[in-house]
């Protein structure tokens, strides 16, 4: 072989050798390329558990600078997504217990989230989906619908007090826009429209609250206010008839006497409800035979009730064996003399009282054995308007029991903090015309 025969083959062993070569790199970099592309459309898609390992970064050059840097950026981009999913689920969690009830919408007033204080407040089913609707589907409420829109309109804030839903709950309403990012007022031009957040606070047993307190600063200054007249009015009488008339002097100062007691009674009941409120009185707890007790109260009660032509029987159950009460017996004595005070003034002549005690239904299952007291009377009985505020503090039903003596108002206010200090409960049962039966729950200290 001569040499220019040498110097082909030599160049076509190169050439050869030069494109396969460029043959195997543009083939592993198409290959790379493709991964890479996979790569990116994945993420665009959210796809952020893509296998990186795969990945060849080995080599030096452009394209592994550029793998390496998308690479990054996947691993960036999964632990920001990750961490603002966590702050989500931390969001929903704190909007789903919350007390009070928020709806956002966006800028067409439908609804795009609502947690389960909003769904109770509207009367809304539990889980029900109601995204995606318009606001005043779920709301069904013309004010706040139109709180919204004109919020919505001119970027004002609005709130206003409003009974809302099935159960009319006193709610303050408050719409206000939800700001974007950068936004520096919430006054937009008008059709400028932005997402809104509506919050529904429920005032109601605040406002009912606020009641209490407002009937109770007017009934003891009525309860004070009598009485001192009263006597005032009294005192100056007495003063111009003491020295002609020393008789009516005398039913005066009977008169002044008694209206004193009064305001003793008032004053001390007062302060014995303020410290059984605070917790100041300690209660002392024994086993006790309540079956005992109801007899010893009725005895007690027996003659006042004969002189007001009335009968008091005690109801006595078959159970030999009968659980003692773990109560304090001085505290429950005083609630049932309370009870049965109260029957005795308020039931006609020829009527009757009704005194028993039994084991509280349902206890035994729960673990929590209980006993039921129950004073019954034949007396005039309370409206049904009246039968849930009857426990107050200087709460009177006047229209009903109109004709007969009335006391502080305190006495059945005393009588259920002192069950309630007692790990009980307190109701009363009532017909108008037919009688009342108070009912009181107690601890059992052993169910035989």
Not at 237 to 266: H, K, M, W
Not at 417 to 439: L, N, P, Y
Request: charged letters at 25%.
């Amino acid at each position: 072989m001569n040499w220019l025969q040498f110097i082909t083959v030599a160049a076509l062993a190169a050439v050869l050798s030069a494109g396969a070569t460029a043959f195997y790199y543009r083939q592993r970099t198409k290959r790379r390329l493709k991964r890479l592309s996979l790569l990116v459309k994945g993420l665009a898609m959210g796809d952020l558990e893509q296998n990186l390992d795969s990945l060849d970064l080995t080599d030096e050059g452009d394209l592994v600078e550029l793998t390496s840097s998308i690479t990054q950026l996947a691993m960036e981009l999964k632990a920001v997504i990750q961490r603002i999913s966590a702050e989500r689920n931390t969001m929903s969690a704190l909007l789903q217990n919350m007390s009070d009830g928020i709806i956002s919408t966006d800028e067409t007033g439908r609804v795009t989230n609502i947690n389960e204080a909003a769904r109770r407040l509207l009367g809304l089913p539990s889980g029900a989906s109601v995204e995606g609707r318009s606001f005043m589907q779920v709301v069904r409420d013309h004010e706040v619908n139109s709180l919204l829109k004109q919020t919505l309109e001119d970027g004002e804030e609005r709130q206003q007090m409003l009974e809302v839903g099935p159960l009319r709950p006193q709610l303050q309403v408050k719409v206000t826009l939800i700001k974007e990012e950068g936004q520096r007022s919430s006054k937009l031009p008008v059709r400028q429209h932005r997402s809104a957040l509506v919050m529904l606070q429920d005032l109601t047993e605040l406002m009912r609250l606020e009641r209490i307190r407002r009937d109770f600063v007017a009934n003891i200054s009525h309860e004070l206010r009598t009485p001192l007249a009263s006597v005032k009015l009294m005192v100056e009488t007495l003063q111009n008839v003491i020295e002609d008339n020393p008789s009516d002097a005398q039913q005066f100062l009977t008169r002044i006497d008694t209206e004193i007691d009064g305001l003793t009674q008032l004053v001390r009941e007062l302060l014995e409800l303020s410290r059984i409120e605070s917790g100041q009185i300690k209660l002392n707890f024994k086993a006790t035979d309540l079956r005992e007790m109801v007899e010893q109260a009725a005895e007690r009660l027996r003659a006042q009730a004969e002189r007001s032509g009335l009968s008091i029987e005690v109801v006595r159950g078959s159970e030999e064996s009968f659980p003692s009460a773990m109560v304090d017996p001085d505290r429950v004595m005083q609630v049932l003399i309370n009870l049965i005070h109260n029957a005795i003034k308020f039931t006609p002549v020829g009527g009757t009282i009704s005194l028993s005690v039994k084991r509280a239904r349902g206890t035994e299952a729960s673990g929590a054995p209980k006993l039921l007291v129950q004073v019954k009377d034949t007396g005039v009985g309370i409206p049904p308007d009246d039968l849930s505020r009857i426990f107050e503090r200087f709460y009177k039903v006047d229209k009903a029991r109109a004709g007969y003596e009335t006391g502080t108002g305190l006495g059945l206010a005393i009588a259920k903090h002192i069950i309630q200090a007692h790990g009980g409960e307190v109701w009363a049962e009532s017909e108008v015309g037919v009688g009342s039966t108070f009912c009181f729950t107690v601890p059992a200290l052993q169910i035989a």
